[in-house]
């Protein structure tokens, strides 16, 4: 069974950077899609960025330019980076992972705040 730890969120202000972590108990290489999606309240959840085993990137409108996505895979790891955050970036983040199987797993969530 894979598990997917997230870490990394937190409270910032506006236009401050945070970086989230997303452990996998697995080799990641084992992943064609790895990815980042979020849920703010009373909202449906979003895809924010994915990226694949290839390296290639996808980003959601809302971030794109300000967010960037990355795996390590020496070190079992996904990272998203997030800059210029602003308030509507509040949500809790989930990251998400798909096997070469097709079976999708995911992440308890951490919560980003962005406030003043």
């Known amino acids: 069974q894979v598990q997917l730890v997230e870490s990394g969120g937190g409270l910032v202000q506006p236009g401050g950077s945070l970086t989230l972590s997303c452990a996998a108990s697995?080799?990641?290489?084992?992943?064609?899609?790895t990815g980042w999606y979020r849920q703010a309240p009373g909202k449906q959840r979003e895809l924010v960025a994915t990226?694949?085993?290839?390296?290639?990137?996808n980003y959601g409108d809302s971030v794109k330019g300000r967010f960037a996505i990355s795996r390590d895979n020496a070190k079992n790891t996904m990272y998203l980076q997030m800059s210029a955050l602003k308030p509507e970036d509040t949500a809790v983040y989930y990251c998400?992972?798909?096997?070469?199987?097709?079976?999708?797993?995911w992440g308890q969530g951490t919560q980003v705040t962005v406030s003043s």
């Open positions: 998400n992972a798909i096997s070469v199987y097709g079976h999708s797993d």
């Open positions: 697995v080799s990641i290489k084992s992943f064609v899609l």
């Open positions: 990226i694949n085993r290839e390296s290639n990137t």
